[in-house]
C-alpha cells in the first residue's frame, strides 16, 4: 500500500507519494508561512488532495523540524516554525477530512535517518546513526532495528551533546555544543574569521566569494578545497575531525554498526569523510580490539524525510508490512 510522506521545513512543504520500496511515485510541494501553523495545516491537506486525485493511500506520515511527542502527535517546540504544544497530527487529519487515513508526526532527523536505515546505505545493518549535518546538525539513532524516540520524544538531540565546556554560544541557550563545531555553520564561521585576518592563505577563498570575506558560504570552502587551497582543505579536515572525534563519542554510549552522514555538507565527499574516519579510528575507546563502524555519506538526498517519514507512518498503520 503507498503511503504519503510530508515533509515541512521553514521555507517549503515537500509531499510524495511513496511506494513500498521507498520510490517515490509522485511529488508535489507548497510554500511554508512558519509564523501561521493553521495555514501549514491548509497547505498539507490540499496537497494530499492533490495527490489523492491519482494515489489510493491511508497513512500519511509528517516529517517535522522540532521536538514531537513520543506519541507522535503533537510538535511540542520547533525554532523556526511556530508550533508551541500544537496537535499536528489531529489539526492536519481534521483539514484533510477523512476517516480512512491516518496521520502521524516524527521529528524530520528522524524520518531521514529511517529512510536511509530502510533504503540507503544502513538497509543491511541493524543499527546505525545518521548525522544530518547542514546549518546544524540533527540526529537519528536506531537501535536493534528500531527508531530511539526516549521517554518524551527527545531522543537523539545529538547536536547538542555539550563537547566544548564554555564554547561558542547555541540557539539552544547553552554554550560548547557538537552543533557549534560539526556543522555548515561553523565551517562558514571559521572561514570568515580566517579570511577576516587577510592573510595570504586565505586569498583563494575571498576570491571565490567575490572578493567580500562576509560573503563567504559553505560551498566556496569546498569549491577552494577542490582547487587544492590549502586553508579549504584545513578548513573541511577541522570539520571531519569534529564529525569523527564526537562520532567516536558516541560508540561509547551506542556502539552502531555504521554512520551515516547526510546533510550539505556530503557534497565535500572524502575531504571531509575521510578525516572523520581518522578522527574517529584514533578517539575510539579500544580501538584496534573492535570493529570500525564505517563513516558513509547519506544517499536519499533531500526525499529522505519524505520517504522515511511515509515508512514510519505505514509501519504504525500496519505494523511488519
Ligand atoms: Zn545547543
Known sequence: MHAVGVDIGGTKIAVGVVGDDGQILAKTRRPTHPEDP????????????????????????LAAAGFVSADRERVLFAPNIAWREYPLAHKVAAAIGRDDVHVVVENDANAAGWAEFMYGPAKDAGSMVMLTIGTGLGGAIISDGALVRGSAG????????????DGHPCGCGHRGCWEQYASGSALVREAKRAASERSVRAAGLIRLAGGDPAAIKGPHVTEAAAEGDELGVEL????????????????????????????GVVAAGDMILGPAREAYSSHLPASGHRPLAPIVAASMGNDAGIVGAAALAREADQPGE
Open 236 to 263: 573541511l579536515h577541522e570539520l571531519g575531525v569534529w564529525i569523527g572525534a564526537g562520532a567516536a563519542s558516541l560508540s561509547a554510549v551506542l556502539d552502531p554498526e555504521m554512520y551515516v552522514i547526510g546533510g
Open 38 to 61: 493553521a495555514s501549514i495545516d491548509a497547505a498539507i491537506a490540499d496537497a494530499v488532495a492533490e495527490l489523492a486525485a491519482e494515489y489510493e493511500f491511508r497513512s500519511i506520515g
Open 154 to 165: 527527545f531522543a537523539a538531540e545529538l547536536g547538542h551533546v555539550r563537547v566544548v565546556p
